[in-house]
Structures are given as C-alpha cells and as structure tokens.
C-alpha cells in the first residue's frame, strides 16, 4: 500500500504547484499586431466596398452593350354621348431596343470603368500600407512608452535611494540642508516625469487598440529591422516602379485619356434597333421592327463644352501623376534619412550609455568619500537617464524608418512582409459581376464557391 499512497502524494503536490505556479503566455509579437491590424482593419473594410462599387460599375458599363427590353400595360375608361357610349378599354406592349453602332462611345465607357477598377485596387494597397505602418507606429510606441515608465520608475527608486542617504548624511553633519532639498526637488520632479510617462502610455495603449483592435498585452521585442534597398538611388527606383499612388495615378491618366476620347464621340449619331408588339382588349395585335438612326446637331454649345472640360481633366491627371512621382521620390529620401540618423544615432548612444553609467558610478563612489556633493550624483543619474532614453527613442526611430522606407517603396503588405495571413482578393468579386449577371450576387456565395474551385470540389 506504501508506494500507491506516495504516488498519490507525490501527484497531489504536482497538482498544487501547477495551481499555484502563474500562466505564462506568449508575449504579442510585431507580426502578430501587423496580422491583427489587417483583419481588423474598417478602414479596409470601407474602401473594399469601394472598390466593390467600382466593380459593379463595370456590369454597368457591360449592360449597355445588350438589348433593352420593357414592358407597358394600360386601362382606360373614355366617357363619350355617342351610340358607342362608355368605354373601359385596355392595352399590353412589349419593346425591345438595341444599339448597334455608336462610334465606340459605350466601349470606350466600358474601357475607362474598368481602368478605375484598377485605379481604384492600387488606392486599397495604398491604404493597407497605412494600416500596416500605424500599427508598426503604435505597436513601436507602446513598447517605447512602455520602457520610458520602467526607467522613471528606477528613476524614482534611485532618487529615494539618494534622498534618504543625503538625509543620513545630514543627521551626522556630512552635507547640509541644501543637499537634502535638492534630493526632495529632484524626487518630485521624477515623480512628475513618471507620471507624465504612465499618461504617454495610456494613451499609446489607445491608440494600439485603435489600430489592432484590442489592447495590448506584454510585447515582444521586435525583430530585425526589414530589409528595404542597397541604396537611396535604388530605393527611388524601386518605388517610381512600384508605389501604389504612382500607379493609381497612371491608371487615372488612362482613365481621363478614355473620357477625351468618348467626349468627341458624343456628336456622332447612334444607330439602333427597335421592335415592338402591341395587344389591346379587342384582340388586335400589332408589331413593328425597325432601324434608327439619329443624333444631336446643337444642344447649346453643352457637347463642345464637354470636350474641353474631359482635356482639362486630361491634363489635371497628367500634372497629378507628375506630383504624386514627386511626392513619393521625398517620401523615400526622407525615409532614408531619418532611418540613417536612427541607426547613427543607436551607435553614439550606446557610447553615450558606456560613458554616463561610468560618470555616474564615479560620481556616487567620489560622493561617499566627501568630493562630490549631491547635486553631482543627482546630475550623474540625470544624464544616464537621458543617454538611456534616447536609446530607446533611436531604436523606436529606427524600427519606424525602416518599414516606412518600405512603405514609400511601396513594400508594405501583407504579401511582401509574408505575414501568413489570407489576403483578400480584390479580382474575386470583379469576376463575379464582371458579365453583368442579372442573378442577385452573394459576396458570401462566391467565396464559398471559390474555396470549392480551389480545393476541388466544384
């Protein structure tokens, strides 16, 4: 019986420790943030129905390309003083009309819709860059925030170190009076950094829940910095390439270049066919089927004023693509800059860090001996305390410029960055509506039926 009674004694206390032991769970990591801002993200969710708008227009544009068929029915009641006397009579129509040439205008309409498709899915990755790089900023801001509170604290504990020691000194008549305020001066206003600290963040806390959707947890030290260009004069070039707002603008220009083109269109005529059958109360039917063609000769001068208008937005376009290459050529050199004065700026302050904890140990070691005054010790900390956050702030920086390089190169998605996660597809629901299907479209229909092409099943 021994050995059963101590199995169980030996499991009871496994079980105990394991109770009493705290959970540990996985700090949150960048890539994790970076995956939660994506599926998170309404401001994603408002501009893919933008772009799902867009993608109708094109069955829009696709439907006037085919026959329109209507309908009319009627009743009438005709009071008369004849022999035939009052009437209630009634009638049924059906008409059907086709354009068969237009010079081009309905096609050109086509073209320049599905360009604004394109437009418009460059415009979503633009926004997805911003959703990625704020939640790089919050998630870098909580961390830094995070680490300025750890250093008041220790600050705070450093500082009651001294006063009580300062005080200590006083009691035997080492220093006097002045030394003792001067420590209660110091402890108060690190008092008041570490409040505004724990403030700073709060409010970081805010924004990551902001930008992730939920509040953040204990935080991983972020990885490697993201590899980005061998050079400046490459980074450009890889950007002027391959940025969004570069290619949403070129697609635009395309887009203004259609419009111009239809605009000088609107005065050439239009030929269609018609057919129509009517059947009245009497029984009578009639139908009838027939060529048109017409066009407009004047309209107050509104067709040539359309024209003009289409080339001044031509232009507009055109000067639009040149600012935003611009635009994007200072955003990856200023980019480049603050990521180099980051990554100079971590080297100079570790030296920084080496020096002042030197001086300060010196300082405080010289003060015990009677040949530093508290002042020196406190002005000591002080200044390894600011070597130590401008550390963090220079790695915070550096983390930032580094995905904000590859943002104005146009590299921050989900794609590039391989975050693992499923992308949304912006071609699905194109495909989808792209024919002008009169069937109602379920956008969770489709997908359903995409998954069963892909795995095979469909």
Known sequence: MLPKVKGRLLWSVAVAISLTLPSVTAAETLTDALVSAYQNSGLLDQNRAVLRAADEDVAQAVSTLRPVISYAGGTSYNSSDSVVGDRLSSSLS?????????????????????????????????????????????????????????????????????????????????????????????????RANLAAAQGSLAQAREE??????????????????????????SARAI???????????????????????????????????????????????????????????????????????????????????????????????????????????????????????????????????GARTTLDVLDAEQELLDAQANRISAETDAQVAAYQLLSSMGYLTVKHLGLGVTTYDPAEYYNAVRNAPSRPVSEQGTRLDSLLRRTGRN
Do not use: C
């Not at 704020?134 to 008041?152: C, H, P, Q, S």
């Not at 009651?160 to 209660?184: H, K, N, P, S, Y």
């Not at 902001?210 to 400046?232: D, E, F, K, N, V």
């Open 208 to 233: 990551y829940n902001a930008a992730i959707g939920r509040y953040p947890g204990q935080l991983a030290p972020p990885p490697a910095a993201p590899q980005t260009a061998a050079s400046l004069d």
């Open 239 to 369: 950007a002027l390439q391959n940025h969004p707002d570069i290619r949403e603008s070129q697609r635009l220009v395309t887009v203004a270049e259609l419009n111009v083109q239809r605009a000088r269109t609107q005065m050439s005529p239009t030929l269609s066919l018609g057919a129509d059958a009517q059947v009245d109360d009497d029984g009578t039917n009639t139908s009838s089927i027939g060529l048109n063609l017409g066009g407009i000769i004047y309209q107050g001068g509104q067709l040539r004023s359309l024209q003009r208008s289409a080339i001044a937005n031509r232009d507009g376009s055109r000067a639009q693509l040149h600012l935003a290459g611009d635009r994007v050529v200072q955003n990856v050199g200023n980019a480049w800059a603050i990521l180099l004065v980051a990554r100079a700026s971590i080297e100079a302050t570790d030296r920084q860090i080496t020096a002042a904890r030197i001086a300060y140990l010196g300082t405080k070691e010289e003060a015990t001996l």
């Open 94 to 190: 059906l008409s059907a009309d086709l354009t068969l040439y237009d010079f081009g205008r309905r096609q050109l309409a086509l073209e320049a819709k599905k360009e604004t498709v394109l437009a418009t899915r460059e415009a979503l990755i633009a926004i997805e860059q911003q959703v990625l790089q704020r939640a790089v900023e919050a998630y870098m801001n909580v961390r830094r925030e995070d680490e300025f509170v750890a250093l008041g604290e220790n600050n705070v504990r450093l500082i009651t170190q001294e006063l009580r020691a300062a005080q200590d000194r006083f009691e035997v008549g080492e220093v006097t009076r002045t030394d003792v305020a001067i420590a209660e001066a110091r402890l108060a206003a690190s």
